[in-house]
């Protein structure tokens, strides 16, 4: 079975802190993880993806997220917020054996404080 | 430019009614998918489809059809028998390789009135 787990309905930071958005994932095979944000009315937009490599992976408006096995973990992270960053962030997980449908995490909100 | 696109960006309906959420893609995607989302929740699975005419039931899939026969389009029909069915409507594709993400439409908020 295949699950993605997001701790934090919600995660308020101060702009200009480093921000911190949680993921543990489960799958059967090799995971495939994605990371997507939503503003407010609007589709999810894709941000960055982890699919094999380096652990760290860099994406869309200066977010990274760090894959960690042992962990089973795909935090999304950035170093300085923006009250810009505020919106609906998902975690995905696609399994590498097999079923081609990506499973969502049930979103956290991140709210940027000026 | 390639995209996904989802009409009409609003639609109310009236009790008892049925309505039909557009999704159209140009990006040659064979999967296409469509999700609920309701106030303060996450994504819900109504059907999805891999390839032209072939379609599957996913969480959610009562109260709603769906028809796939051309490769581009997957219209998702709201029926009278959904009871709730105010909430935000999102579509979305994807190539069925692995290691490929989904491309979201930006979504049909439907509303009974």
């Known amino acids: 079975a295949q699950s993605v787990a997001q701790p934090e309905d919600q995660v308020n930071v101060a702009e200009g802190n480093p921000l911190t958005v949680k993921c543990t994932y489960s799958?059967?095979?090799?995971?495939?993880l994605f990371w997507y944000v939503q503003y407010p009315n609007r589709g999810l937009q894709f941000l960055l993806k982890y699919i094999t490599g380096d652990n760290l992976v860099k994406g869309s408006y200066g977010f990274e997220a760090e894959f960690n096995k042992s962990q089973t973990s795909f935090h999304l992270k950035k170093p300085s917020a923006l009250v810009s960053d505020s919106a609906l962030y998902f975690c995905?997980?696609?399994?590498?054996?097999?079923?081609?449908?990506?499973?969502f995490g049930t979103g956290t909100r991140l709210t940027v404080i000026p | 430019d390639g995209g996904i696109t989802q009409s009409p960006k609003y639609l109310f309906r009236k009790e008892g009614q049925n309505v039909t959420l557009s999704c159209e893609q140009n990006l040659n995607h064979d999967a296409m998918y469509w999700y609920r989302q309701d106030p303060g929740q996450g994504l819900r699975l109504i059907y999805y489809s891999q390839i032209v005419n072939d379609f599957q039931k996913g969480d959610i899939a009562e109260g709603y059809s769906v028809s796939r026969e051309k490769k581009e389009s997957f219209p998702l029909t709201v029926t009278s028998a959904q009871k709730n069915p105010t909430a935000f409507y999102l579509c979305a594709s994807s190539k069925s390789r692995q290691g490929y993400g989904y491309t979201f439409g930006s979504g049909t908020r439907l509303t009974v009135v």
């Open positions: 799958v059967s095979g090799n995971p495939y």
């Open positions: 995905a997980v696609r399994d590498s054996t097999g079923a081609n449908n990506l499973f």
